[in-house]
């Protein structure tokens, strides 16, 4: 079955790099994604990476999928305490149309 | 506001009751999601709509959950004799079937709690 893990939680100083990791176990996975929630809000996606892709940057945030070893990674440049929250890794193996699998989501902690 | 809206974003019924939640997708997505997460997990999947057809049930959804989207827009999912264990925030979410990467767009959410 999918499983999708991920470390509960990260606490990282602010202005230095978060490295948000996830491991998945569906080698099918065609998309895989990564959502951002805040306290008493929905999820909101900031990224997602086709299986074919090794890298992704979108401004601060860098993906990295390393399909070998069915893992990917959230890195988070400069991070900044509205970076705060709880990151969840997410897959699908049928381009999302049947739905998405969750990790319970890493807590990110900024120290200032 | 054009997102995803849920109603109402907090209940607090007794068990044994019956629940009903709703949600207004993105108007142009075709497909719609609901999802349950509870304290220290992450979303779960219980069922998704394409337009008004439900296509897929998880296991989650027991006897006593029923959701529609009857006219293909705004859906309601209905929890009948209501337990402790249902205690937990609805998500919905929505998404366009064709041309995506199948991102879903998620509602902020509609908390249950079940004295």
Not at chain 2, 17 to 27: A, G, L
Request: hydrophobic share 30%; proline share 3%; net charge negative.
């Amino acid at each position: 079955g999918e499983d999708v893990e991920q470390s509960l939680f990260l606490s990282v100083r602010e202005g230095d790099s978060s490295v948000i990791n996830c491991t998945y176990t569906d080698s099918s996975s065609t998309y895989l994604y990564w959502y951002k929630q805040e306290p008493g809000a929905g999820l909101q996606l900031l990224t997602y990476i086709f299986s074919n892709m090794d890298m992704k940057q979108d401004q601060r945030l860098t993906v990295l999928l390393n399909k070998k070893d069915k893992h990917l990674s959230l890195r988070i440049a400069d991070t900044q305490t509205g970076d705060s929250a709880i990151y969840f890794c997410a897959e699908s193996t049928r381009g999302g149309a049947d739905g998405l699998t969750f990790g319970k989501g890493t807590h990110l902690i900024i120290q200032p | 506001d054009t997102g995803v809206s849920q109603d109402p974003r907090h209940k607090i019924t007794k068990r044994g009751q019956n629940v009903t939640f709703r949600c207004d997708p993105i108007s142009e997505h075709n497909r719609l999601y609901w999802y349950r997460q509870t304290l220290g997990q992450g979303p779960e999947f219980l069922t998704y709509f394409q337009n008004e057809a439900q296509l897929e049930k998880s296991r989650l959804l027991s006897d006593r959950f029923s959701a529609e989207r009857p006219k293909g827009s705004f859906s309601t999912l209905e929890i009948q004799r209501t337990e402790q264990g249902d205690s937990a925030m609805y998500l919905c979410a929505s998404s366009l079937l064709a041309g995506s990467a199948g991102e879903l767009f998620f509602g902020e959410g509609s908390r249950l709690t079940v004295l």
